[in-house]
Every structure is written in C-alpha cells, then in structure tokens.
C-alpha cells in the first residue's frame, strides 16, 4: 500500500516553507491595539471616554503648566512676564511663589542659619530606619543610604553647617553605611538612641536632658537584675518603678545640674518656628514610631483574656475611633489644660504628637488585631506546646507573623496619618497646606494666588505618600514566605 | 487504712497572687483597674480645681440661651434668635445631611472605578489606577481646599445671568443656575396645598411629602406581594406571570395621580436683586465638601470593591461561565454576592470616615456640628470644656449607630455555613 | 517656684522641649523667671499680627507685646508670640498659655465678665463696616437687602451682622469663611457681594488689592469695636502693667514723647507729667513693682503710639488707615490717658 502510495507522488517539496507573518490584526502593536482597547463596543466606548477625559485634561491644563514662571518676585510680576512672553490673554503658572517661599515652605520659621539642623536629623533618619525598613534587601539598602549620605552632606554644606557637626554627620551616615555593609542589626542601638538624639537636634539645648532619660531606664535595668534574683516578678515591678521615680524626681534637677557642670548645650528652637513641611514631617514620624508599639499593647490588650483588660481597651479604641481626629486635637488646645494640674501647660507640638499618636494607635490596634485574628490556631498552639510563655509566644512565634500580615493595613494607617498632620491648621499651627499657604497670601506679593502653592503642597504630599504604599507592597512581596 | 485523703488543696500564700497562674491575671486586672481609677480620679479631680480656679463651672445651661448668629443652610427654621441648642440640632441635621449624601455617590463612584480598574480595557483600567492613587495620596483638606477653589474661582457670580443678553444662561431647560455662590435649583411647588403636619418646636411635614411616602412605601410593599404571588403560579403551574407592566403602574400610577391633585410642579429659581430667589440654593460649600469627600472615599471604597472581587476565587467565574452564564449575570449572580462578604466590613469604616471626616467642613465654611457647637457657639459662649464634650459624644454615638446598623447588614450577607 | 512635671513615657520628649512647666506666682513673677514674655496673637493679620517670610513677627500688637515686655524685662525681643486662631485665643489666656492676649479682641460684657478675662484698655477703636465693589451700585448697607455677605466665623462681627440685618428688617445669605485670605478670595471672585469685618481689616484688605479704587467702604458702622489686650482675671497687679504700659505709649504721644527725643527729654524736660512717665522724679514705677525707667523702656521699643501707628497701620503703610477716632483727645479722637500721678 505504501508502495502504491509513494508511486502516486509526483512532487515533494525538500524545504520548509517560511513561517508565514500573522494577519495584520492579529500581531503587534495592532494585536494589542484591538485586544485591550476596541475588544468590543463597550470597551471601544470606554476608550474613547478616555482618550476624551485624557484630551479635556491637557487642553484644559496644558497651557497653565506650559506657561509656568519661575523667576518673580510677586505675583504682579508674574503676570507681565506671562503677559510679555505670551501675550495679554495668556494665562500661566506661578510657580516662583513656590521659590521665593521654597525656605518657609519647607522649615517654617526655623532659624535659618539652622537649617542644616533639620536637615542632618532627616538624613541620620535613614541610618536609623535602615536595620527596622532597609533589611530586606542589601540593593536597596545601599542605594538609600548613599543617596542620603551625599545628599544630606551636599545640603549641609550648602546651609552653611559648621565643620564639626559636619564631620560628626559624616562619620554617623558613612560609618552606618559601612557597618550596614558588614551587618546592619549592628545598627540597631543607634535607632534605639536616634529619637532622643533627633529630638535634641531639633530642639536644641542641652544634651545632659536626654542622657538622663536615658538613664532612667538604665537604673531600671539594673534595678530588673538585682531583684530578679530575688524575685522575678517583682523585678519587673522594680525596674518600672525606678525609671518612672527618677523621671519624676531626679532627671529634669540631675540634667540641669550637669549642664552647670559642663554645658552641651547647642542653641534651642522652640515650637513656635517649626512650620512648613519640618511640622508635618516631624509629627508625623513620631506620631509613627509611638502609635506603633502602643498600636501592638492595645491589639494585645484587646485580645487578652482578662475581662477587665479587654474591656478597657474596647472602649479605648473604640471611642478613639468613634471622634475624628478634629475634636481631638481641640482637646489638645483646649481641654488639656483642664485636665492637668493647675498651671501645667505642655508645649503645643508635644500635645498634638499625643493625640496623633493615640488617634493611629486606635487604628493600628485595629490592623494587627485583624493579623492576628488571621493567624492559623494551629500557631498559637504550637507555641503553647513548645511550652512558651505568653510574651516569648508572642514576640518569638505570633507577633512576627501577625505583624507581616499586617503590614499593608499598617502602612496605609501610616500613610492617613501623615496626611492628617494637615489638620494641624485648626489648632494655630503652620502647616504647610493652609496656614502657610495662607501666610503667604497674606503678604501684598503674593496676594491671590491659590492654585501653585495647593499643587506644590499635594504633590510632596502624594510623592511622600505614593513612595511609602509601593515601598510597603514591596516589603510585602520581599517578606512573603508562604508558597502560593 | 485504705482511704485515700483526697489532696489538700495548698494553703493560700500571698506569693501565689504572683506566681499562680490562677490569681496572676486576676492581681494584674485588680491593679490595673486601681491605676485607671487612680488616673480618672486625677483627671476629674484637675479639672474640678481647674474650673474652680478659672471661676467656672460645669453646666450646660449655655444651649438654652440665645444664639445671636445666623446659619447659611438651615434644614429646620432657625433664626438668630433661636437658642444654641437648636443651632447646634441644625449643624448635627448639616452633618448628617453631607455624610449621607457623600456616602451614597462615594458608594456609586467607588463601585464604578473599583470595577473599572479591572477592566480589560488597557487605558480605562490605568487612568481608574491615576485616580485612584491621585485621591488616596493627598490630604483630604487639599481636595476640600481645591474643590471650593475651582467652584470660586471658573463659576461666575449670579450677575452673569442679568441683562438681555447674559454671559451665562440657565441650564437643564432653564432650571438651574451655577454660580459661584451656590447652585441655584428649581423648587417643588403645589398649587393645590394640603397644608402641613406641625411636629413641634417648629419642625413641619408637609401633608403632600406625607402622602408621598405613604404611596411610596405601599407601593413596595403591593411589589413585593406581586412577587410572592408570582413565585407561588410559578411554583405551581411552572409558568412565571409577566409582572412587570404592574408593577410599573402600581409605582407609577398613584404618584401620577397625588401630582395631579397637589397640582405639583417645578418653580424655578429668578434672579431677583442680589441673589436668585424662589428656588433652592444649594451652597457651594455644601457642594464643594461633598464633591471632595466623595472623589476621595470613593478612591478607598474603589480598592475595597478590587479587593472584594479579586478575593473571589477564578474557580467561580469559570464555573458561572460553564453554566452558562453571561458576564453581566455571572457579576451579579455569583461575583458580588460572594465579594459583598469581604467588602462590608471595610465599607463600614469608610462610612465612618467619611462621617468623620465632614467635621472638615469648617475649611470651606459649611456649618456643620463642628462649625455650630465646636465653632462659634463655643467661641460665644466660652464653654470649651462642656462643647468639645458634647461634641466629641455626639460623634461617638453616630459612629456607634452607623457601625451597629452596618453590622445589622453585615449578619445579614454573612454565608450562612451549615 | 518652677518645678518640672513628667508624664511617663512622654518626659522624654518633654524633658528636651522644655515643655512641661508647672507656674506658680504672679503672672509677673512667672514673667520675670522666664526671662520672656508669653504674647497671644493673630495668626496672620497684615499691620496688626504677622509674621513674615523669616518668621519675624511684626504689626501693631505686636508693638504693644514689645513694649511691655521692654517695661518689664528691659529687652523688646524677649518676647514669644503665640499664635491663636479665634477659637483657641481666650482658653490660651485663662490656661496661662499667654500672659496677654493682644489679638485685636473686642472687649464685650461678657467677654470681660463671664470668660474671666479683664480688658486692661483700648489699643484700637474700631466698627464693624462693609465693603462693596463699586459695581454694584451701593451706596448703603440698607440697599443690601437679599445679599450675600462674607463673613469670619468666630468673631463678634458674626453677631453683630445677625443683629444689624434683623433690626433693620433686612434677609441675606451668610457664607462663612474660615481666614481673612480665604475670605479676600471670596470677595474678589464675587462669590460675596459684600465682605463685613472691622473697617480697619477692610481698609487693609482693600489697600492690597490691585483695583482698591472700585471698591468702597459704606459708611454705616453698625458695631462698636473697642480692640484692646487682655489679661488673666484677677491678677491685678499684671493687669495695672499692661494697662498702663499702653496709657504710657497713649500719654507720650501727647506730651510729645516720641524715641527719637526721649534721651533727650529725660535730661531737659520740664514737664512734671513727663518727668513722671520717664521716671525722672517719682517713682511711679516701684508702685507697679517694676523699676523707675519702665515707660522709658516700652516708648523706646517702638515709639509712641502715633509712631507705632504711623509705622503699622498708619497712611504712610500700605494699610493706609487714617488716626480717625484713635486720634488724641486733644485732636477730636477717643485716646485719653488717665494722668500719671
């Protein structure tokens, strides 16, 4: 049969033929064209109100932006350089507002020979979050901390900061580098002192105050070992009880009797100067270092146990959650004094971090309470047949991985916080989106003008907030250990 | 000889408050609950002496006397002769009026972009993701400021509109008027009056708005009898009767009819001396701070519906598809009822949000329960203290009230396990 | 008696900021033990409260924080301006925040009695007004029927406009505004037909204008606005300091004391009322618990008060503002010191 079969034959071809192009239609940039733009009617109407919103938006903006000026001294100014370049009709952006007011924009009212201050606390900033943020991935590590070194010596050369502090800031931000290189836990101990530190430096006056807070809990720890010989239990009771009375008693008397001794004083700066993006910034991180681990003691809280506990911190969190944060930063500039001793007043600052702090606390306990509602049981009791106590259970086996859970909920419980610092307005501050954008309008140079400083202001904002939520996506990604 | 004593439980020693793990917990509430007392009787007692220093006292009499200021946006009658108590009821009604029309079209405006931001469609689903991340990452009081900006700044004043030949011209078949004051909206108007309900304390219902309801709600309730009627010749004969031209006129026609007899129908607004007069201006604050609440819970409602939708597994697409399904059917039949579950919960939250967040209305000058109690009649009175309080309780009990209703909901699309 | 307050966790903080001070003593001893003077102000008012791009505060209270602190601490600079929004000003003032509230306040009845703050004078005599583009074609505020009026929430003028618009038997549609910039913005758009405030804040706000000429003021003044600092209820020796730091400024102006011949009028002068202000016989200042060169000290920080006025507000400053009722007693105004014997 074959025989036949190959008989019948009369032309075989001996080469392949070339692999035929597809249809126009079915590759390249027309493939793709017609595959996620004109699939079908409603996708082809959804494109075009696209391309319409898309073309509305530029010719509506296009020729502001276009037309920008940076170089004015008032916005009367501005406009006839728009007029002359453009011609009489023509509008444009001022953005030399943002220029002439760049300083005020961005640290208040802070003394301008200063600024190198703030600036040097930000970069050392880095070097602190690098062993708590930067762990995970020696890449990105280096790249933060180098850009941060050379930026942060750049600027403080430019603002004129005094050879020893530069020096001083040099080998902090290249040593932490180094020591990352080797091993970046190693750099722990400086992020434990970094938020005293910072503080100092920002504030100024004398240092011996926060050495002595310092010592508080030294005393404390050294209180924690010798009784906890005698007693575990009480030495804990010990420690609490010793860094709390020396606080009280002796810290504030001990640090200004060494500062007569020997002054380590730099110059202060008191509340009242910080302004601008400095305020934002600086009650922001704090506000999210403390509600932090106050977030995990109320998460902790809230799942305990103990009735009274429990109910304690329900209706802690649950009021907290129930205001907005609004009345309670009036309670911070208005009601505080009432609930204080007699004449105690607190620097304003100071008690808007608290009620920050308290407000994302609330939030936060929330998150991680979800992460650990998330965790198999299966943890729990593993932890409890490894025969673990509760804290070590926690910190060793629950915690890490209810904290990894949870941290896109954090982050963006981070992220509205910061956001918040601009409700510090209401309260007399300045911060940078309308106190300052109306003191700058105040002035006769500036009068009326509305739409550049609001842009200026949302976009640090949204460059600020954006980074934070794509660094935590990342960070969730890197920590991901489970096989999906 | 053989009797076993039972163990002698050991005696008590006071170490074991500590070291028992049966009366450790119960010494550690004991001193917890002697540190917030301790704390509360600190607080109370500072501000006992506090007010007794400053030469005041603690008393809410304050809501009772006059008010003297006026409001823009009064929902019940309010004079400046009115007490602090009502002005404070007319910010409260302010409040709730923006939370809930803001949490209505964020909920609408969420769900479209959530959904949207799936989209096959290359460029809707990136410029969905712009919005989205534009909106989250900016401070609400940006969008609130930026808002009433652009209503100020691009609307014209009601002047365009006068003369022969005005700027502006009316829109919506000469019904509406935008300005940079307020929108300027038609009112409903009846020429055939029944008069109005008087509750007291000068909060009226008028008679047709009653009757209104009244229709409305029967109409509901005569729908859902039809469907039950439906389903029971369904069950039976294996044929559903067609119902919707009844319901159609069981909804329609009774309404028709009360337009009718009301003589019901649209008085537009006219521009009269300063102002339009005759219609219902809605404010621009109103509607700045609604616009901005909602562009920007939408943008969080959006990432909750994504969220909601991408937790449903692809299993029960596929296996809606398999069935038979169309798209459109396999979304609402399947998808939403399953995403619904994980979206509630965090759904709430915005609502709550939102809520809280209108207490930002005071930025654009919308007399909200914060700019009436925690604004100038605080500032009138002086009574910081018992205003921020009563304030903060009020607060405390709308969110406890959307959050208890919510959960109502929540039990409610729950999957009932077996 | 300073002692430092610690609150747990939160000494940290507070132990660097300075922040947690319990006060003790007279609003003067605490004044005098801090070195500094603890001034309530306007957030930002240009020509009376503002601080400019490098944070120096300037105006015409703050002239009179300067001066008092001069009197009571030698130094003009050793002065804290605290920024205070209209609702946070008096609860600042009676929490010992500030040690005078000088935030162009009207002082009212119930200001005065049943907030517990003492207004020690009057540093500006003001009304409430109305301002109104040309445009419109009105000439006054009875013509404003049916109008809508831009407004600062916070403020006496909300009252006041509540009461004048009712007794005249008048409608118009308030639209709330939160800052001074803000409601410029507003007025400038149109979406007011009329900006009410104290004509002086008028006056300002429509020297800064490009097109000042089209708008006018209407004559009415429908309140009386007595601005002026305020203390503490019941310390009355604080109260007699500020109070007569500001008649000090008042009466130097009349007796032709300006800081430019004070040295030399403390040498030449002859006038017994003027050698008692300065100090030169009687010590007037030991029976405010200060010493005999105080008045010297608060006219040489700024001047007198036609001076601080002249460099402030007055019609040489872009606020323009004529003396009008803040003239002397003697040039048909309302200033009239009490004598200094």
């Not at chain 3, 924080?65 to 929004?85: H, I, Q, S, W």
Request: a neutral charge.
């Amino acid at each position: 049969m074959s025989d036949t079969h190959a008989q019948t034959v009369s032309f075989v071809r001996d080469t392949m033929l070339p692999a035929a192009t597809p249809p126009v239609r079915e590759a390249g940039a027309i493939k793709w064209l017609r595959e996620n733009l004109f699939s079908g009617p409603v996708n082809t109407i959804l494109t075009l109100l696209g391309f319409a919103i898309v073309w509305f938006l530029i010719a509506t903006f296009w020729d502001w932006f276009a037309h920008s000026v940076w170089n004015a001294g008032s916005l009367a100014e501005c406009r006839q350089i728009i007029a002359a370049t453009w011609g009489e009709s023509a509008r444009g952006a001022c953005w030399a507002v943002i220029r002439d007011r760049w300083n005020q924009y961005v640290f208040g009212f802070y003394p301008m020979d200063l600024y190198w201050r703030p600036t040097m606390t930000f970069g050392l900033l880095m070097v602190a979050l690098a062993p708590v943020l930067f762990s995970a991935s020696r890449t990105i590590r280096r790249t933060v901390l180098a850009i941060t070194a050379v930026l942060t010596l750049w600027a403080m050369v430019v603002l004129g900061a005094p050879a020893g502090w530069l020096a001083f800031a040099a080998a902090v931000l290249i040593g932490g580098f180094l020591i990352s290189e080797r091993h970046v836990l190693w750099l722990l101990p400086f992020s434990i002192v970094y938020p005293l530190l910072g503080v100092w430096f920002l504030w100024g006056g004398s240092l011996w105050g926060p050495i002595f807070v310092l010592v508080g809990p030294l005393l404390g720890w050294i209180a924690w070992t010798l009784v906890s010989r005698i007693a575990p239990m009480l030495g804990v009771v010990a420690a609490i009880l010793v860094t709390v009375l020396f606080w009280l008693l002796y810290a504030g008397d001990a640090a200004a009797d060494a500062e007569r001794l020997l002054s380590l004083s730099i110059q202060t700066v008191r509340s009242d100067r910080f302004g601008g993006f400095l305020l934002s910034v600086t009650i922001g991180v704090a506000g999210i270092a403390l509600s932090l681990p106050l977030g995990i003691i109320l998460a902790l809280a809230r799942q305990s146990d103990m009735f009274l506990v429990k109910t304690l911190s329900v209706i802690f969190i649950e009021f907290i959650r129930g205001v907005p944060l609004i009345t309670l930063l009036f309670v911070a500039s208005l009601l505080l004094n009432y609930f204080l001793p007699p004449g105690t007043s607190f620097d304003i600052i100071l008690r808007v971090i608290i009620m920050v702090t308290i407000f994302a606390a609330a939030y936060m306990a929330e998150v991680i309470r979800g992460g650990l509602a998330a965790l198999p049981k299966g943890q729990y009791e593993a932890a409890d047949a490894l025969g673990l106590d509760y804290w070590k259970a926690q910190r060793l086996i629950i915690l890490p991985q209810a904290l990894k859970i949870s941290i896109p909920g954090i982050v963006s419980t981070f992220i509205g916080m910061f956001k918040d610092t601009t409700l510090v307005t209401f309260v007399g501050l300045y911060d940078p989106l309308k106190s300052m954008s109306d003191a700058v309008r105040a002035s006769t140079d500036w009068k009326g003008i509305y739409w550049e400083p609001y842009i200026f202001v949302g976009a640090i904002f949204f460059l600020i907030c954006f980074g934070m939520s794509r660094y935590s996506m990342y960070l969730e990604r890197r920590l991901q250990r489970d096989h999906r | 000889m053989t009797d076993v004593p039972a163990p002698a439980s050991p005696p008590f020693r006071p170490s074991m408050l500590i070291y028992d793990r049966r009366y450790r917990s119960l010494t550690f509430q004991v001193i917890v609950f002697i540190l917030v007392m301790a704390a509360a009787w600190w607080l109370v007692d500072n501000t006992i002496r506090n007010l007794a220093l400053m030469g005041k006292n603690f008393n809410f009499g304050f809501l009772f006397q006059r008010a003297g200021y006026d409001i823009p946006q009064t929902p019940i009658p309010y004079t400046s002769d009115d007490t602090h108590l009502r002005a404070t009821v007319v910010g409260l009604l302010n409040t709730l009026i923006v939370s809930i029309l803001g949490c209505i079209s964020a909920t609408i405006l969420g769900v479209i972009v959530g959904v949207a931001r799936l989209s096959k469609n290359w460029l809707f689903a990136r410029l969905m993701t712009v919005f989205v991340e534009i909106f989250r990452n900016m401070p609400l009081l940006l969008w609130i400021l930026i808002v009433y900006a652009i209503f100020t700044e691009i609307l014209p004043t009601p002047a365009a509109y006068r003369g022969e030949n005005p700027e502006w011209s009316m829109i919506f078949f000469d019904h509406v008027a935008l300005t940079n004051r307020y929108t300027a909206l038609p009112t409903l108007a009846m020429t055939n009056d029944p008069g109005s309900l008087d509750l007291g304390a000068r909060v009226t219902f008028n008679w047709a708005t009653i009757a209104f309801a009244t229709v409305l709600i029967g109409g509901l309730l005569a729908r859902r009898a039809i469907k039950a009627w439906a389903q029971r010749v369904q069950d039976r004969t294996g044929d559903r009767p067609t119902t919707w031209w009844i319901n159609l006129a069981i909804m329609t026609i009774p309404s028709l009819l009360l337009i009718w007899h009301f003589g019901l129908h649209l008085e537009r607004p006219a521009l009269t001396g300063f102002n339009f007069t005759g219609g219902l201006n809605v404010s621009n604050a109103l509607v700045a701070l609604w616009l901005a609440l909602t562009l920007y819970t939408a943008a969080f409602i959006a990432e909750i519906v994504r969220a909601g939708i991408l937790a449903v597994s692809r299993g029960q697409t596929e296996a809606a598809f398999a069935l038979g399904l169309r798209p459109n059917r396999t979304m609402n039949l399947v998808i939403l009822p399953q995403a619904l579950r994980v979206i509630v919960p965090p759904l709430i939250s915005q609502y709550l949000n939102l809520m809280k967040n209108s207490s930002l209305a005071i930025a654009v000058g919308y007399m909200d329960l914060r700019g009436t109690l925690g604004g100038t009649t605080l500032n009138q009175t002086g009574r910081e203290l018992e205003a921020i309080v009563l304030m903060m309780l009020i607060y405390l009990i709308l969110s406890l009230i959307i959050s208890a209703g919510m959960n109502v909901f929540n039990a409610s699309v729950k999957l009932k396990e077996r | 008696m300073t002692k430092t307050v610690f609150l747990g966790t939160v000494a940290a903080v507070a132990l660097t900021t300075g922040a947690a001070l319990a006060q003790e003593g007279s609003t003067l001893q605490q004044v005098q033990q801090r070195d500094e003077l603890n001034c309530g102000v306007n957030t930002g008012l240009v020509g009376f409260a503002a601080p400019d791009a490098s944070g120096n505060w300037t105006g015409f209270d703050i002239a009179l924080c300067r001066a008092v602190a001069a009197a009571v601490l030698g130094d003009p600079n050793k002065v804290r301006f605290v920024p205070t929004t209209g609702q946070t000003r008096f609860t600042a003032l009676s929490s010992g925040e500030v040690d005078v509230l000088a935030r162009n306040s009207t002082w009212t009845f119930s200001r005065d009695t049943d907030l517990a703050l003492d207004f020690v004078g009057v540093n500006y005599y003001d009304g409430q007004g109305f301002m109104v583009n040309r445009e419109l074609g009105v000439t006054s505020a009875k013509e404003l029927d049916g109008a809508t009026v831009c407004i600062q929430t916070g403020t006496t003028t909300e009252l006041n406009l509540a009461d004048y618009f009712r007794a005249n038997n008048l409608s118009y549609t308030p639209v709330n505004i939160d800052s001074n910039a803000e409601g410029e913005q507003q007025y400038m758009a149109g979406a007011c037909d009329a900006y009410t405030t104290d004509v002086s804040g008028l006056a300002a706000t429509r020297a800064a204008f490009a097109d000042p000429e089209n708008h006018i003021i209407l004559p009415e003044i429908i309140s009386k606005e007595p601005l002026g600092p305020a203390v503490r209820h019941g310390d009355n020796n604080w109260g007699d300091i500020v109070r007569w730091t500001l008649n000090a400024l008042v009466a130097a102006e009349e007796y032709g004391v300006t800081s430019r011949n004070l040295e030399e009028l403390v040498r030449s002068s002859t006038n017994p009322e003027v050698q008692r202000l300065l100090g030169t016989t009687d010590d007037l200042g030991a029976m405010l618990g200060l010493d005999a060169e105080w008045a010297r000290r608060a006219i040489l920080a700024g001047g007198n008060y036609g001076e601080i006025f002249a460099a402030n507000i007055g019609e040489q400053t872009p606020i323009g503002l004529a003396r009008g009722l803040n003239a002397q007693w003697t040039q048909g105004g309302l200033l009239y010191a009490p004598p200094f014997r």
